[in-house]
């Protein structure tokens, strides 16, 4: 309910009802409106609000009707701080776009309900059935009742299946079924998947956004809850599984550039899964193993979003870096279930459609209580020569969608089409008319839109979701996605995809019973349930945490080291800097890709040194530029997110996209002279670092993953400073004012330096300051102390390899400050300057070290941790 409080009687306060009739625009003639409960006909008066429309609103009341805009606003700021995200894909690339969700509810009453749910459950049995026949005895395809040529001929018939029994004789542990309205008020079947369908995760988000802006509607309306329908789909793995109630499950992605990527990490940890990609798993002796931090764990069963052809490069498309070799086989040896079973991918095909009717008498005697929108596949040359004249009524779907190896494309709209186009997908046709299928033009019903204080009727096709038991049976998940048209006039996209604009709303399923109070919360633990207690964490998962704590400190120096640079060359400009500044300034920019190799110094050229750097700061193209550096991060943070605060990751997501904004709008609101305001641009950067920072350092559970995000940043750090400090004294800094105040810039000590020693330009307590104190964060002690002890522990439970790399690692603390001070024979400080190239050879030492000891396992002997 809203916050604000009309101040009026409740007998004076206007009807909701009769308010969002008087929002409601007329629906488009012949198709059902949802929002009126009937069939749109021009002409005809509005008439009242379907029952379940009144009730919703009567239960947000007046308040709540004039609240719409706000809880509109609410939703769209909730989905902003989620993160939920949705990746499309056109010829620019890749683009996240924040995931579109309608803030009204598809509403299905209980009675409308159980009729879907038999029709679903039916057509999931049937589906499953088939796949165990086509993989087996195939009957259907020697009585002819599915066409040899449209199963084995479909590039997603999987030939190295044939004959695999999958645990329990379940192929199917999740199936989707798209469904429309059709202007008759009944539900047609329009589309299913069968493969990897998407779309779980989203629709909990969508629940819990929703739910929570009508919480009394929600209640009032008694709509059915979903958490057991997930329950059923664990426990039904389970029974399967050959570790039972102790199995290991793992949700498998293609990664962080999957269009559905966010919804993959949200199941994940909503079902309280190990989200994995192809690379964290390895199978030995027929089993599936994960590889993490510790070893090999075993995996028992992999709830799987990467398509059928990638999943096993020995067996499948041998050029997949997504799958994991020896899958296949594994699954063959029953030592692991996979939902779904590998080879489902052909069922999705529309060519089928025309056949399931006498497939389902034949194979469990029973007439589809659901009926599908009528398909006719052009392969069969009699149907293309009698239906090729009426080609304007018909949608031509592509038969065998998203494959590589035929002919595909995007569903079109025949009479939609201009007359050239028209001719040429003719042709088309002919050329290959197998590649083709017919479908009846669908009408999708109309549901209500919140949209500039209306309610606008858009074309909704609805997903539901069958999910196996185990036991034989289906639960079909009481809700669904639903996906809703961007504007009323669809007819460009009759199956409202997601990669072309549509939008999402929630599915809200009405019971007459009791609402299902099941909660996927775990059964609690006991204090021995805790004994030796740890949080695995994955090889690939660990690299990530590595690299991000490389990155996120590679960046803080590039950006520091930037704003130094270019103060420094202001000040040359003002006062002169010393030529040995100058040239400390040129390596360091260029040994971190702050200018080009051709880039003249700036002795030879201040002005165009500076502008080169300026401009070279937006550029992501350059291997270690600022926008480089801040977009590494942010794919290395996209790949954890299971592991990431929302605020956490909203940071890294945000600095490097306001870096490039604020550095454009600089660049071009002062062309000639950019230099102050693009400081102000690196200061901000700064600020955005050091909260990231703050996030890693004070918001992160100090697992073993934190342990190596830390290891990571102090070889970083390590590197960088030591080198800085190398090259500094190579050129004398130490010697020149200016110089001398520059090393302390780039290790960021000036205050403490200054607190400490007031104006000394001497070099024991510079060096004192910058390599023995380790109650400095920036020493080189204090960096390599805590590389050491985090490595020690991170590393703790193998000694012997642990012990031989850390010997190895510096120990700054240790040298002589007095012999560090004291230079040589020639003036030079040549065992300073030993001591800090080691320092950067065994910090990369280190780096080597842990991937090949980590992250790669392929050491002489596998660790199995647990069996």
């Known amino acids: ?145 599915l066409p040899p040529s449209l199963v084995l001929g479909h590039p997603q018939y999987l030939r190295p299946m044939h004959g695999v029994k999958p645990a329990g004789g379940v192929h199917l542990h999740v199936a989707a079924f798209d469904l429309a309205r059709g202007p008759d008020g009944g539900w ?3 589309g ?53 109630e102790r199995s290991r499950v793992v949700l498998l992605t293609p990664g962080p550039h999957n269009e559905t990527y966010f919804e993959q990490v949200f199941l994940a940890r909503y079902l309280g899964l190990t989200l994995v990609e192809g690379g964290d798993l390895t199978v030995r002796a027929n089993r599936v193993f994960l590889k993490t931090l510790h070893g090999l764990e075993p995996v028992h069963v992999i709830l799987r979003r990467v398509d059928d052809d990638y999943l096993d490069p020995l067996e499948l498309r041998a050029d997949s870096a997504l799958g994991v070799p020896g899958l296949l086989q ?225 960046a803080e120096n590039t950006v520091r080291l930037a704003r130094v640079t270019l103060e420094s060359l202001t000040g040359s400009m003002l006062t002169g800097a010393s030529p040995e500044v100058l040239q400390v300034l040129d390596h360091l920019a260029r040994r971190h890709g702050l200018v080009g190799a051709g880039v003249p110094s700036p002795e030879q050229s201040l002005r165009v040194f500076e502008r080169s750097l300026v401009h070279a700061l937006g550029d992501a193209r350059g291997a270690s530029s600022v926008a480089w550096n801040l977009s590494a991060l942010k794919a290395n943070a996209q790949a954890l997110r299971e592991r990431l605060s929302q605020e956490h990751w909203k940071l890294i997501h945000e600095v490097g996209d306001h870096f490039q904004h604020h550095l454009q709008a600089a660049l071009k609101a002062s062309a000639a002279e950019p230099l102050s305001d693009v400081l102000g641009v690196l200061g901000r950067a700064a600020t955005h670092l050091a909260a990231i920072t703050g996030a890693q350092t004070d918001r992160m559970t100090r697992d073993d993953g934190w342990r190596l995000m830390s290891v990571g940043r102090q070889i970083e750090r390590l590197d960088f400073l030591s080198h800085a400090l190398a090259t500094g004294f190579e050129h004398g800094l130490q010697r020149k004012d200016d110089g001398f105040a520059l090393l302390l810039a780039l290790f960021d000590s000036t205050i403490t330096y200054r607190a400490q020693f007031q104006a000394r330009r001497e070099v024991p307590p510079l ?11 920036r020493s080189l002690a204090w960096v390599a102390r805590t590389m050491h002890d985090r490595f020690l522990k991170l590393a703790r439970h193998q000694p012997e390899w642990a012990k031989a790399l850390a010997a190895n690692l510096p120990r700054p603390e240790a040298w002589s400050l007095a012999d560090l001070s004291t230079p040589d024979d020639s003036g030079e400080h040549g065992l300073l300057l030993q001591h800090l190239h080691d320092c950067s050879s065994q910090a990369l030492q280190l780096s080597e070290g842990l991937g090949r000891q980590l992250f790669s396992h392929v050491g002489p002997v596998d660790r199995l941790v647990w069996q």
């Open 767 to 777: 060096l004192h300051l910058l390599v023995h104190d380790t109650d400095n964060p």
């Open 330 to 554: 594994a699954l063959r040896a029953g030592t692991v279930v996979m939902a779904n079973a590998p080879g489902a991918g052909w069922l999705e095909s529309p060519g089928l459609a025309a056949f399931w009717p006498a497939v389902s008498r034949a194979l469990i005697g029973q007439e589809l209580s659901l009926p599908a929108t009528t398909s006719w596949w052009c392969g069969e040359e009699a149907v293309w020569r009698a239906h090729q004249g009426r080609l304007d009524d018909y949608v031509v779907a592509p038969t065998f969608p998203g494959s590589e190896t035929t002919t595909s494309f995007a569903p079109s709209v025949v009479g939609s089409l201009r007359p050239v186009e028209r001719a040429a997908l003719r042709g088309r046709i002919e050329t290959d008319p197998a590649a083709h299928t017919l479908q009846a033009r669908v009408r999708p019903s109309e549901m209500p839109v919140w949209s500039d204080g209306q309610l606008q009727p858009r074309p909704a096709v609805m997903r539901v979701f069958a999910l196996a038991d185990g036991l034989g049976g289906w639960r079909v998940l009481p809700g669904g996605l639903t996906r809703v048209a961007s504007r009323r006039d669809a007819a460009h996209d009759p199956w409202l995809s997601m990669q072309r604009g549509s939008a999402s709303a929630d599915t809200w399923v009405l019971t007459d019973g009791a609402v299902d109070t099941t909660s996927l919360l775990p059964k609690p633990l006991s204090a021995d349930d805790l004994q030796g207690w740890h949080r695995s964490v994955t090889s690939r998962a660990a690299e990530n945490l590595f690299w991000l704590g490389r990155y996120t400190e590679r």
């Open 188 to 190: 047609w079947v329009v």
């Open 192 to 244: 299913q998947r069968t493969q990897a369908p998407s779309g779980l995760g989203y629709l909990l988000e969508n629940r819990l956004i929703v739910a929570q802006q009508f919480p009394e509607a929600f209640r009032d309306l008694r709509i059915q809850r979903v958490a057991s329908a997930f329950q059923s789909l664990m426990q039904g793995l389970m029974r399967l599984s050959p570790a039972g």
């Open 1 to 145: 309910m809203s916050q604000q409080t009309s101040l009026l009687p409740d007998d004076e306060l206007p009807d909701p009802v009769a308010l969002a009739l008087g929002a409601a625009q007329r629906g488009s003639d012949g198709h059902h409106d949802e929002l009126l409960g009937r069939l749109s006909v021009a002409g005809a008066p509005k008439g009242a609000l379907s029952p379940l429309w009144q009730r919703f609103f009567t239960a947000n009341g007046a308040d709540g009707w004039q609240d719409l805009g706000a809880r509109s606003q609410r939703l769209q700021r909730r989905v902003q701080d989620d993160g939920a995200t949705y990746n499309v894909f056109d010829d620019g690339g890749q683009t996240a776009r924040a995931w579109p969700l309608e803030l009204l509810p598809m509403l299905v009453d209980a009675r409308e309900w159980s009729v879907i749910e038999r029709g679903v459950q039916q057509r999931a049995r049937l589906l499953n059935a088939v796949l165990s026949d086509v993989y087996g005895e195939r009957t259907l395809l020697d009585k002819g009742l």
